[in-house]
């Protein structure tokens, strides 16, 4: 046994131990965002809503396509390394993205873990062949140009539909008249979007599918598949409301938001699987196999579903429950929230509103201005906050599976985390909850959050590079060295977000019950 195959061994099994930590690490910071709409809406519980979420994870990352690109669609050149090499560059991706996703859970930041896995590959790759030429600069190109075409076209058409919907039935979306003469076609929409993400992005791997062709009918035929269940569920919905009555329109769009988080939740466990799977299952692939055929890997379905609950369990975890809360408040209709943005980006929120509404000033204000057109910030009778009303939670989940859906039709990878995000301050602006209240706070988090996700990039790149570069010239001594700074930066983090979220969520707390 030679040297190479030892060093080979003890990365694969660190691989394999990584990826258990990596799943619950993508539970925590991007499959939680699945529950935000109907948690912010108060449709449902977070600890129901996460349960069901849960649940058609599982469900879609077992039924997920059993071969899976470790490499991301052509992001490096796995033919021009030897297996070491290759070895360290996926073992490099899991030691960067863990302390990455551990840190942005811990201060509640949402990020992409599609976009840190590339970014890390990249980086890796060039640290272990010291030449940027392995890197296909074409594909990353796609890639960074497609998370940027995402978010622009899930904000805009966020915006646009909330402001349709809501200019048809005001701020109250269970005034039965109102519902019965624009419920249906609204609902239609909304339904027409799910069925058609289901279709093209969802259940594109499933056998009956693929049997049937359906996948493809986003690519061919999109425009007249959309009026097809537009048409088919806005007759449903009509005939739902006059069957039901007022009780239909009680829950007409609670029902819709839930079923936009189910259809999520079956897409992100399906497609997002491999952002935490794969690497491990590479290098398990590359030490029982060679290197030849790491580009695509078979998989049993046990392996799936074990994926798929590590990532349910991350959902269930205290920084999941940051990221969650610190999203929804972002985009709150409440007047008063408790937030952290850094001074320069509040400063910098306050003059983008001034330019806008010279009003502005960054204190509450009266709700005179936009009570005819956003719900006005309300409790429920628990005496929790409304930040969204169902209808906005059904807009969101809509929109952004049209665009991930969209985006698939076409081959370009795009980030759920990115597209989620901006279709929730999209509709915020929408509903013009950055016109009242702390809107200089909320804008200022939201810019704080974009501005994360650029770093976040940076620093998955920058930091594999160094990494892998270690790793692959000090072999035994670089990977014992990656996992001490690998545990040493996750205690840090952990010790400096505690005392951020007691600093600036707790002791605010506590200062309002006084």
Same mark, same amino acid.
């Given at each position: 046994?030679?040297?190479?195959?030892?060093?080979?061994?003890?990365?694969?099994?660190?691989?394999?131990?990584?990826?258990?930590?990596?799943?619950?690490?993508?539970?925590?910071?991007?499959?939680?965002?699945?529950? $935000?709409?109907?948690?912010?809406?108060?449709?449902?519980?977070?600890?129901?809503?996460?349960?069901?979420?849960?649940?058609?994870?599982?469900?879609?990352?077992?039924?997920?396509?059993?071969?899976?690109?470790?490499?991301?669609?052509?992001? &490096?050149?796995?033919?021009?390394?030897?297996?070491?090499?290759?070895?360290?560059?996926?073992?490099?991706?899991?030691?960067?993205?863990?302390?990455?996703?551990?840190?942005?859970?811990?201060?509640?930041?949402?990020?992409?873990?599609?976009?840190?896995?590339?970014?890390? #590959?990249?980086?890796?790759?060039?640290?272990?062949?010291?030449?940027?030429?392995?890197?296909?600069?074409?594909?990353?190109?796609?890639?960074?140009?497609?998370?940027?075409?995402?978010?622009? #076209?899930?904000?805009?058409?966020?915006?646009?539909?909330?402001?349709?919907?809501?200019?048809?039935?005001?701020?109250?979306?269970? $005034?039965?008249?109102?519902?019965?003469?624009?419920?249906?076609?609204?609902?239609?929409?909304?339904?027409?979007?799910?069925?058609?993400?289901?279709?093209?992005?969802?259940?594109?791997?499933?056998?009956?599918?693929?049997?049937?062709?359906?996948?493809?009918?986003?690519?061919?035929?999109?425009?007249?598949?959309?009026?097809?269940?537009?048409?088919?569920?806005?007759?449903?919905? /009509?005939?739902?409301?006059?069957?039901?009555?007022?009780?239909?329109?009680?829950?007409?769009? /609670?029902?819709?938001?839930?079923?936009?988080?189910?259809?999520?939740?079956?897409?992100?466990?399906?497609?997002?699987?491999?952002?935490?799977?794969?690497?491990?299952?590479?290098?398990?692939?590359?030490?029982?196999?060679?290197?030849?055929?790491?580009?695509?890997?078979?998989?049993?379905?046990?392996?799936?579903?074990?994926?798929?609950?590590?990532?349910?369990?991350?959902?269930?975890?205290?920084?999941?429950? @940051?990221?969650?809360?610190?999203?929804?408040?972002?985009?709150?209709?409440?007047?008063?929230?408790?937030?952290?943005?850094?001074?320069?980006?509040?400063?910098?929120?306050?003059?983008?509103?001034?330019?806008?509404?010279?009003?502005?000033?960054?204190?509450?204000?009266?709700?005179?201005?936009?009570?005819?057109?956003?719900?006005?910030?309300? @409790?429920?009778?628990?005496?929790?906050?409304?930040?969204?009303?169902?209808?906005?939670?059904?807009?969101?989940?809509?929109?952004?599976?049209?665009?991930?859906?969209?985006?698939?039709?076409?081959?370009?990878?795009?980030?759920?985390?990115?597209?989620?995000?901006?279709?929730?301050?999209?509709?915020?602006?929408?509903?013009?909850?950055?016109?009242?209240? @702390?809107?200089?706070?909320?804008?200022?988090?939201?810019?704080?959050?974009?501005?994360?996700?650029?770093?976040?990039?940076?620093?998955?790149?920058?930091?594999?590079?160094?990494?892998?570069?270690?790793?692959? @010239?000090?072999?035994?001594?670089? #990977?014992?060295?990656?996992?001490?700074? $690998?545990?040493?930066?996750?205690?840090? &983090?952990?010790?400096?977000?505690?005392?951020?979220?007691?600093?600036?969520?707790?002791?605010?707390?506590?200062?309002?019950?006084?």
């Amino acid at each position: 046994m030679d040297f190479t195959f030892d060093f080979i061994s003890v990365v694969m099994l660190a691989s394999l131990a990584m990826m258990v930590w990596a799943c619950i690490e993508v539970g925590s910071n991007d499959a939680t965002n699945l529950v $935000n709409a109907v948690f912010g809406a108060r449709v449902l519980k977070r600890k129901t809503a996460v349960l069901i979420a849960g649940v058609f994870v599982v469900l879609g990352a077992t039924f997920a396509s059993p071969v899976m690109d470790t490499v991301r669609k052509g992001i &490096f050149n796995a033919s021009m390394f030897d297996a070491a090499g290759v070895a360290s560059v996926f073992i490099t991706s899991y030691l960067v993205n863990t302390v990455l996703l551990y840190a942005y859970s811990a201060y509640g930041l949402p990020i992409s873990t599609t976009a840190t896995l590339v970014f890390s #590959l990249a980086g890796g790759a060039i640290g272990v062949s010291g030449n940027p030429a392995v890197v296909a600069w074409p594909m990353m190109g796609r890639v960074v140009s497609a998370i940027f075409v995402s978010i622009f #076209l899930s904000g805009m058409s966020a915006f646009l539909v909330q402001r349709m919907f809501r200019g048809a039935i005001r701020k109250d979306a269970q $005034n039965h008249e109102l519902v019965l003469l624009h419920g249906p076609w609204m609902t239609g929409m909304i339904l027409a979007s799910l069925g058609w993400f289901m279709i093209v992005k969802g259940m594109s791997g499933f056998p009956m599918i693929q049997e049937l062709g359906l996948e493809r009918m986003g690519e061919l035929g999109a425009g007249g598949l959309l009026l097809s269940l537009w048409g088919f569920f806005t007759l449903l919905t /009509h005939l739902f409301l006059v069957l039901a009555g007022r009780r239909g329109t009680l829950y007409l769009f /609670h029902g819709t938001s839930v079923l936009g988080m189910i259809c999520m939740a079956v897409a992100f466990g399906q497609n997002d699987l491999a952002n935490c799977a794969s690497p491990g299952l590479a290098v398990w692939l590359i030490w029982r196999e060679g290197v030849g055929d790491a580009g695509r890997i078979s998989i049993p379905l046990w392996t799936l579903f074990g994926c798929g609950f590590l990532m349910f369990l991350g959902m269930r975890t205290q920084r999941a429950q @940051r990221v969650t809360r610190a999203e929804i408040n972002t985009a709150s209709q409440q007047s008063k929230v408790r937030l952290y943005a850094p001074v320069w980006c509040v400063r910098l929120a306050g003059l983008l509103l001034r330019a806008q509404h010279p009003a502005v000033s960054g204190a509450p204000r009266s709700t005179s201005e936009v009570s005819d057109v956003a719900p006005e910030p309300t @409790r429920n009778e628990e005496g929790k906050k409304f930040h969204y009303d169902p209808l906005r939670a059904s807009v969101i989940l809509a929109v952004s599976a049209c665009v991930i859906a969209f985006a698939s039709g076409l081959g370009l990878p795009v980030s759920t985390t990115y597209v989620s995000f901006a279709a929730v301050i999209a509709t915020g602006w929408g509903d013009r909850i950055f016109s009242r209240g @702390r809107s200089d706070l909320k804008l200022g988090r939201a810019l704080w959050v974009v501005v994360s996700w650029l770093m976040g990039a940076v620093l998955s790149a920058l930091a594999s590079f160094l990494l892998a570069f270690m790793i692959s @010239r000090l072999t035994w001594i670089g #990977l014992a060295l990656a996992f001490i700074l $690998n545990f040493t930066l996750r205690y840090f &983090f952990r010790k400096r977000a505690d005392r951020h979220e007691i600093t600036h969520h707790l002791m605010r707390a506590n200062k309002k019950n006084v």
